[in-house]
Nanobody, 125 residues
Framework: QVQLAESGGGLVQAGDSLRLSCAAS????????MGWFRQAPGKEREFVAA????????HYADSVKGRFTISRDNAKNTIYLQMNSLKPEDTAVYYC??????????????????WGKGTLVTVSS
């Protein structure tokens, strides 16, 4: 069974940084593209960032490009989301996701096979 466990969320002020982690267990991970989604209060879940199985390709939502960085450590079965220059509009529950595809194009709402339970990020103004 595949499990994804996020950590690192919390309450910060605008302009601060946070790093989210997602630890994966089970057979999935090394050959799978991974990503992060988020869901703000009263809004639909949206794509944030994705990384290919090798880490060589990344893809970001326009709203976080230049501020967020996704990375992975396959030896530790972990992916990360470094979030800098946080804004109040970044407030959301952040979900880790695993696709059955090896490429970032597979990290979509319909392409994700496994989801974590989420970690809350709150950015105060």
């Amino acid at each position: 069974q595949v499990q994804l466990a996020e950590s690192g969320g919390g309450l910060v002020q605008a302009g601060d940084s946070l790093r989210l982690s997602c630890a994966a267990s089970g057979r999935i991970f090394i050959s799978n593209a991974m990503g992060w989604f988020r869901q703000a209060p009263g809004k639909e879940r949206e794509f944030v960032a994705a990384i290919s199985w090798s880490g060589g390709r990344t893809h970001y939502a326009d709203s976080v490009k230049g501020r967020f960085t996704i990375s992975r450590d396959n030896a530790k079965n972990t992916i990360y989301l470094q979030m800098n220059s946080l804004k109040p509009e970044d407030t959301a529950v952040y979900y880790c996701a695993a696709s059955l595809s090896a490429q970032t194009t597979g990290v979509t709402e319909t392409g994700v096979e496994y989801w974590g339970k989420g970690t809350l990020v709150t950015v105060s103004s």
